[in-house]
């Protein structure tokens, strides 16, 4: 069975970064996309189906993970919305827009025993992977 992804958001820079990753991998299905923005466009032919709204996605949808890829004043609600309707979330960075909300987030993951992961780019960028290989080889030292 695949596991469904949905995405909540596609103004962050690296979301389409991210949808590329996401569709390589084997048993993931891009499920569904909400964006209010012409961005939907974009991604339409990606998804089995597209929402203008993320609320609405949510409720229609049973997504296993949600990529929260929008306006970062939006990651708290979007991510606590899905962790309470089952998911696990990755959320693009910054977390949130400040510590209560991120709070927030963090006590949700906890009572709804769901992954909460925060996306930090270079952890995922193969030049970095390769320096880091090096650096464990002796090749070199980090100081």
Same mark, same amino acid.
Request: glycine share 4%; charged share 30%.
């Given at each position: 069975m695949p596991v469904k992804l949905a995405?909540?958001?596609? @103004?962050h820079g690296h979301v389409w970064d991210l949808l590329e990753q996401w569709a390589a991998q084997p048993?993931?299905?891009? @499920? *569904?996309? *909400?964006d209010a923005t012409p961005?939907?466009?974009? *991604?339409?032919?990606r998804f089995q189906r597209v929402y203008t709204?993320?609320?609405a996605m949510l409720n229609a949808?049973?997504?296993?993970?949600?990529l929260a890829c929008a306006d970062n004043r939006t990651s708290a609600e979007i991510a606590i919305a899905a962790l309470q309707r089952g998911a696990h979330v990755m959320v693009? #960075?910054?977390? *949130?827009?400040?510590? #209560?909300?991120a709070e927030r987030?963090?006590?949700a993951a906890q009572q709804t025993e769901r992954l909460l992961m925060i996306n930090f780019? @270079?952890?995922w960028n193969p030049a970095i992977h390769t320096l880091l290989e090096r650096a464990r080889r002796g090749d070199f030292t980090l100081q």
């Open positions: 995405v909540a958001g596609l @103004t048993g993931v299905e891009l @499920t *569904a996309v *909400a961005l939907l466009e974009r *991604a339409r032919s709204d993320w609320r949808e049973q997504p296993d993970i949600v693009e #960075k910054p977390m *949130a827009a400040d510590l #209560k909300d987030m963090l006590h780019p @270079t952890r």
